[in-house]
Structure formats: structure tokens, C-alpha cells
């Protein structure tokens, strides 16, 4: 038996006049999937089976290497205390935004921005320097800003 590998075993192209074993059990399987699809029809979808069947399902899909969950999502947290000095040109590296998967949310938090009296009434009428990098940097890959929160 073959061990079960993250990538997709490819299909072979050619067929067996003769049933092997392998042929056999993999009709025996495509039989009881039938009637698993039919359990599953006329389960209710509030029916408590539903959830453990559906929660089967998702290891069976996951062992093959075919499935990948579309709840899950790639969470990007950064903090950094820039003490007061202006935003780098480039923040490709601190997003980290040659990673394998993508980041699909980033959180920055920026700590002792540069908050003397003008910064701050300049900060109220247009976005920060910080925020333009980080748009600049994002906007492009279609990320937008959510919610700034300054002077805290």
C-alpha cells in the first residue's frame, strides 16, 4: 500500500481487460459512495449525522490531496515601534509578500508614530505616511484598509 502523500496521485490512462483486486475494491468503493450519496439526500441538513459525515468527508478528501478547506485563510499580525521615524520606501519584506500561500489579512499595528501637534491635525485631514506605504504596497494587490485607528 502505497503511503498517502500531500500532492494528487496522477490516473493511469490505461484499463485491465481482467479485474485486478485493485479494480475490484475500487468498484466496491464507487458502490458504497453511491449509496452514501443517497444517505445524504435524505438526510436533514440540521440532522446531526449531516455534520459528522460532512467532517468524514473532508478528512477522506484531505488524505487524497484534493481538497483544500475553503474556510481556512493565511493571517499576517505585525507590530513594530517605529520611534517616531518615517515609513521605509519598501515593506515588501515585512509583509512578507513573497510567501507561499498568500497572505489573506494583514493586521498592523504601529507603535510611537510621529505625533507632534502638526502631524496630528495633518493625520486628521489626510492619511498618515505610515498608511500610503502600506496602501501603496497592498492597495495594488487588491487589499483595502478596513479601519485606522490613531493617537491611542
Known amino acids: 500500500m502505497e503511503p498517502f502523500t500531500d500532492s494528487p ?6 484499463m485491465s481487460s481482467s479485474l485486478s483486486q485493485g479494480s475490484r475494491s475500487k468498484a466496491v468503493l464507487r458502490q458504497r459512495l ?26 477522506a478528501f484531505h488524505l487524497c490531496g484534493r481538497f483544500v478547506p475553503t474556510d481556512a485563510f493565511r493571517l499576517l499580525i505585525v507590530t513594530w515601534n517605529v520611534a517616531t521615524a518615517e515609513p521605509p520606501e519598501d515593506v515588501t519584506s515585512l509583509l512578507q509578500l513573497d510567501g507561499q500561500p498568500p497572505t489573506d489579512l494583514y493586521v498592523i499595528g504601529l507603535q510611537e508614530v510621529n505625533a507632534s501637534p502638526v502631524r496630528f491635525i495633518s ?22 484598509k478596513v479601519r485606522g485607528k490613531g493617537n491611542i
Open 34 to 59: 453511491t449509496r452514501l450519496l443517497t444517505c445524504i439526500e435524505d438526510m436533514s441538513s440540521d440532522d446531526e449525522a449531516s455534520g459528522e459525515v460532512s467532517r468524514t468527508l473532508d478528512e
Open 9 to 14: 496521485r496522477l490516473r493511469s490512462d490505461s
Open 123 to 144: 493625520d486628521l485631514l489626510v492619511e498618515d505616511a505610515w498608511s500610503h506605504v502600506f496602501m501603496d504596497t497592498l492597495g495594488p494587490r487588491g487589499f483595502v
